[in-house]
């Protein structure tokens, strides 16, 4: 047994319930096709669980796109015919261009949206409570640089998560995500298997593209060779500070919230006040997600400037985007929606 596939059984072994199955997200590039391999091999011969390999094809790429499905439906009849046992095949397709356009959201997002509903769906579907997919160390690389470039804080230097919640009752798993490209690679040629090459992975119109085609092969080469692990490490201990961080956050939200007035959040403003900047950030930003306002249209400088107001730097009210108004009313912190037909700081117009 490989390094790769010892790797991949023993993170499959911390899920709970795999013994049900296991979604393979096949694409037909080279990782999702080592991750399928991978899975299979590190069964019990004895009693396998089940894997679903499923692909779903967004019809963004015309004949390519059909190309990729074919390759997969002929990858699982060669495994079947090789005698492969409990492996079943899902084949989707989904006119996600259309579906953007319908949404007026962006394609790219759109498309991780759909598919990974419709992963979620093929597990639900199959009585399986995980969906595993082939992003690898360079994947987690790419992310940590890419949310350097733009400006990130440590929530995003943890990069791609390990495991995750899709779905209630459904969750994704990465057993590559410490895996590098080139070892998916050397796998690959040692099973002999061929894999599909996605021509829009080489357009350097997309900044990601050129970090992964040109940044990191610069860094690699001059500086660091392993500068994908190195990233990928990086990733792993930006995640476990942050989780140390994220139950203070919310110890700090759970004293300091008091009982809503209507929309309008209501906090014990001192409670905040003492404690460290950071802290304060990272429970408004937890009370962002619960409520679901819009957490992308905050930039790390409006979090900042509402940790100001909380830390009494700044007097009177802050107009956010949603849009959402925060003031302080003597010793507490009012934050809520702007209530239609009222101005910005919430009196009627």
């Keep these: 047994m490989t390094d790769l596939v010892q790797r991949v059984r023993g993170r499959v072994r911390t ?18 096709v080592a991750l399928l391999h991978a899975l299979i091999a590190a069964r019990d011969p004895t009693s396998p669980f089940p894997v679903i390999l499923a692909h779903l094809n967004h019809q963004l790429r015309d004949a390519e796109s059909d190309a990729d499905e074919g390759f997969t439906a002929d990858l699982y009849q060669r495994l079947t015919s090789a005698g492969v046992p409990a492996l079943t095949l899902r084949l989707g397709r989904i006119d996600v261009a259309a579906q953007a356009r319908a949404d007026s959201a962006n394609l790219e997002a759109t498309a991780r949206r759909v598919r990974y509903r419709w992963l979620a769906d093929a597990a639900r579907e199959a009585g399986a409570h995980w969906v595993a997919t082939g992003h690898t160390a360079d994947d987690q690389a790419e992310t940590v640089l890419h949310r350097l470039l733009r400006g990130t804080g440590l929530q995003g230097l943890r990069g791609i998560a390990v495991r995750r919640e899709l779905e209630p009752g459904v969750g994704v798993v990465r057993p590559l995500l410490q895996t590098t490209r080139s070892d998916i690679i050397a796998y690959l040629a040692q099973l002999n298997q061929p894999f599909r090459e996605d021509s829009t992975n080489r357009d350097p119109a997309y900044t990601r593209n050129r970090i992964r085609l040109e940044l990191l092969p610069y860094l690699a080469e001059r500086y660091n060779p392993a500068v994908a692990t190195a990233l990928a490490r990086l990733a792993e201990q930006a995640d476990e500070v942050y989780r140390d961080e994220e139950a203070a956050a919310v110890s700090l939200l759970s004293a300091a919230e008091l009982p809503r007035a209507g929309t309008t959040l209501v906090f014990d403003r001192a409670r905040l006040a003492a404690a460290p900047r950071r802290l304060t950030r990272a429970a408004l930003r937890f009370t962002w997600a619960r409520e679901g306002w819009p957490l992308d249209a905050m930039s790390y400088d409006a979090w900042d400037r509402l940790a100001g107001l909380v830390h009494g730097e700044t007097a009177g009210g802050l107009d956010l985007p949603g849009p959402i108004h925060a003031r302080l009313r003597g010793q507490v912190l009012q934050i809520g929606p702007v209530a239609s037909g009222s101005d910005d700081n919430g009196k009627a117009k």
Excluded: I, K, M, T
């Design 15 to 32: 899920l709970e319930e795999y013994g049900r199955g296991v979604v393979a997200a096949v694409s037909g590039g080279a990782d999702s």
